[in-house]
RNA sequence: GACCCCAUCGUCUAGUCAGGUCCAGGACGUCAGGUUUUCAUCCUGAAAACAGGGGUUCGAAUCCCCUUGGGGUCGCCA
């Protein structure tokens, strides 16, 4: 009795800076499966692509994977992930492997040389469509005699390696989440497996490299699904053994488009475009470096901006790009339990009414048969209620040490302006006050502003709330401002408690016991605003020479208007 | 257009594989009340779906077929 294989599994992304949710729930699915039955998780770089650039940024993703807890057994070395014997694990530095099994079909005839161009490809397709037909790779190089073609070969004139399809019979897929998918031998075509430039295209990389390195389960999205019948073909050519398969449905906007990077671009094109089409004379300013690469976007309707040149150009025209990206909900204050708990509900979940769960609950139940087969829209305000949950679940040290964390990562100039001011013992009594109100970690950002503003510059909203607090009632708001201002002069200590104690206490004896009348003139007082934090902690963290000359202030404001 | 995949409340879904306990359950959102020092919460309640049509069966959300709708793919991108 042989012992069926270990369960290695593998994401394999391309190069292309931050991860996209959906690549995070793949990388997500194919870990929970390693863990589960005790394999490993293989991350490989699929970087095939000389068009695309190879700075380092382009593997953000890794911290991102890091974030959310994914950890890769295999692969690049990143913060403790990574190595392994089955390497490089990067296709780049594979080439040598995959020269040597395109040889092997070449000299099997299960591979020729083709000569064509892109551009005499492009016009036999633009011709296909035109004329209603399905584009079908017509075999031409094959009319050329073979000694002609390794002719033209050594002589180094430009071509690529076709892959020989079957002329007739049909390719099943057996899938784990959709059963057999059959299409007909027709269906493809003798599709190119080394380009121009000597690199193996996606297909034959991924089918060696997964031989290779071992993968025993291939976890991947819906979009790959008709690529996997050229991946079979080519693994009974090369004698290789058969992974087994699974496609997820793709993650789509609200719209039911594919939810994709592109979207980004999408949506800061069309700003762009309003942008410039209402403010002709202004220009986006930028340095030398920046305006060129806004020309070249420009001018290619395929180029995206760099993340960090899209974000600048984003806050110039005023675009609020949508969140597509871990790190785009990483930034908007999003935690990581929450992230990997919606996607992975996102088209697998337990079974019953079951919804909230952790990665380790996921790593012990996951399994294919669980797997949703539609596609699934991508719902913010689930998402959003999510970590309202994750939030409220954190012990209030560890939302303290998160939050100021969040601060000084994305805020880091506000931070140190309300340390330097208040210390960071009150950080901790502002975070405190902040967790009950959040849903994510920036919720009350702009709503901390007021904390830093010098008291005479407050400015006072002018709504009905407003109005109606201060000036409605007998006594009024503004008679309560005036008659607490003893009472807070008279406290021995300045602490949340003695603070309480004294408006609840002033509350009973002079506004029936309704603490939100005195509440809520002394929050506009010092806020300018109805939105704060409790009152008490308001209070204290403003400090009470402050909170006293904002209710002064507020008190001659009354005054200048009557 | 061709091929492939899919189909339960607005959204994510349970129930489907092993047909009856489902005039379909949960969650998010929505609406209506209530609690609360503001915002955010929290509590209670309500509206809200088996895409349509044919079969099979004593019985269909569940099995089969057709139609319709949605999605994916059709690159020397991955």
Redesign the pocket.
Known sequence: MSQPPIVRTRF???P?GHLHVGGARTALFCWAYARKHGGKFILR????????SHDIAKLAFLEDLKWLGIEWDEGPVFQGCGGGDAGPYF?SQRLDLYHKYIEQLLEEGKAYR?????????VA?KQ??EG??????DRAALDTDADTREKWADEGK???V?FRVPDEGTNT?H?E????????AT?L?D??I????G?????F??VVDDELMGVTHVIR???????THKHILLQEALGFRQPVFA?I??I?N?????M?KRDKDKALRKAYRVFVESNREKSVAGDEAFNAAIARWQEDR?CQLDWLDAEDLALSVGCHLPEINVDDFRRAGYLPEALIN?LA?????P??????FTSDFLCKNFDF??V????????R??????N??AI?ALPADEFVRIYRNYWQTYFSGLYDLFTQRRGGHVFDILAR?NQ????TLS??IN?SYFFLEADDKIQYEKTK?VRKALVNGEPCGYDHLEAIIPELRKLLEWTVETI?KALKSY?ETHADG???????PI?IAV?G??????????LFILGRESVINRIERCLAHRNANV
């Open positions: 394999a992304p391309s292309s770089i699929e970087d095939t692509d000389q068009k695309r296709q083709a000569f064509e161009t892109t551009e005499e490809l492009d397709r296909a469509r209603k037909k399905n584009y079908r790779y430009p071509h690529v076709r897929v899938d989440v959709r059963g057999d998918v059959t299409i007909d269906e075509d599709f190119v080394q380009k121009a430039d690199y193996p295209t996606y297909h990389a991924v999205a819906e979009e790959h699904l008709k690529n496609h449905s793709v789509t609200p719209d039911g488009s594919k994709s395929d919606y509900l996102l088209g697998w979940n079974g019953g009414d079951l919804e909230k048969d669980r949703q087969k539609s596609p699934a829209k991508f719902d305000e689930k998402l959003r209620a999510f309202h949950d409220q006050a009950a109100r959040s849903k919720d009350t709503e709330a309480e509350a309704k603490l939100g009348k005195v509440a809520q929050r806020s605003g109805t939105i704060s934090p409790a009152i008490f902690d308001t």
